[in-house]
């Protein structure tokens, strides 16, 4: 035996419409409510949708910089020194323009450099002052030395006077030597002055070491006569 359908009681009638109404109303709020309605600090940041919010409705300093996506903000948008050196990939950053500079002097130096060396092995002049070696001397040691012993035979203090009047000095004993056996070269049978001084008895009263045409080291007396030959720098 089927029953008949029961006519609604007025209760049920007024439930049906308050949840009808209830139900409109969050559709109409979630379609109807915009970022504009919302209150200031009533939305936490969990129920914000990704992507929903534009960057200038983000108060500052409440964003950690870890919550960031990387490549978002540009460095125009950064607080000075908010950002140090280990979170700066250096692949990114151009030259600095002192850089540039220093590195283009650098080359500029090494370059000027390099052309006065090249250029002081046949520049007759470096730097207002003659180069080389002059006539009847050959570069030795660093400097030019006369290829020929003086003429006459003095002593000691007159052949010192003689070389410095020619811008030059007396060569030292072991590099005369040394000079001695050079291709070409020949000292005095007599033996030749050096610079060295040695065996002091008294006021102008010593000895100076000699060096023989067989590159042996004597010694005479410095009021002795005895060839020599000067060393001239090469720029002078």
């Known amino acids: 035996m089927c029953r008949g359908f029961r006519r609604p009681t007025p209760a049920l009638i007024v439930a049906c419409v308050a949840l009808f109404a209830a139900l409109s109303g969050t559709v109409y709020a979630a379609a109807r409510i915009d970022l504009r309605a919302i209150k200031r600090g009533s939305l936490p940041g ?21 919550r960031l996506k990387t490549g978002t903000l540009a460095g125009a948008k950064l607080i000075p020194r908010s950002v140090d050196g280990s979170r700066v990939d250096a692949a990114t950053l151009d030259q600095v323009p002192s850089a540039a500079h220093a590195e283009v002097a650098d080359s500029a130096g090494d370059a000027e450099t390099a052309l006065n060396a090249v250029s002081a092995i046949t520049a007759e002049t470096i730097n207002g002052y003659g180069a080389g070696c002059r006539t009847g001397t050959r570069p030795f040691a660093g400097a030019c030395w006369q290829t020929a012993s003086s003429e006459a035979a003095v002593t000691a203090p007159a052949a010192a006077e003689s070389c410095a009047a020619q811008g030059g000095e007396l060569p030292d004993a072991l590099t005369l030597a040394a000079f001695s056996r050079q291709a070409g070269i020949a000292l005095d049978d007599g033996d030749e002055w050096t610079g060295d001084l040695t065996n002091f008895t008294g006021t102008n009263l010593f000895a100076v070491v000699t060096v023989s045409s067989l590159a042996a080291i004597k010694t005479a007396l410095s009021t002795e006569p005895r060839k020599y030959r000067c060393v001239i720098p090469l720029v002078g």
């Open 46 to 66: 969990n129920r914000v949708k990704p992507k929903s919010l534009p960057g200038n409705r983000v108060k500052p300093s409440s964003l950690p910089g870890n």
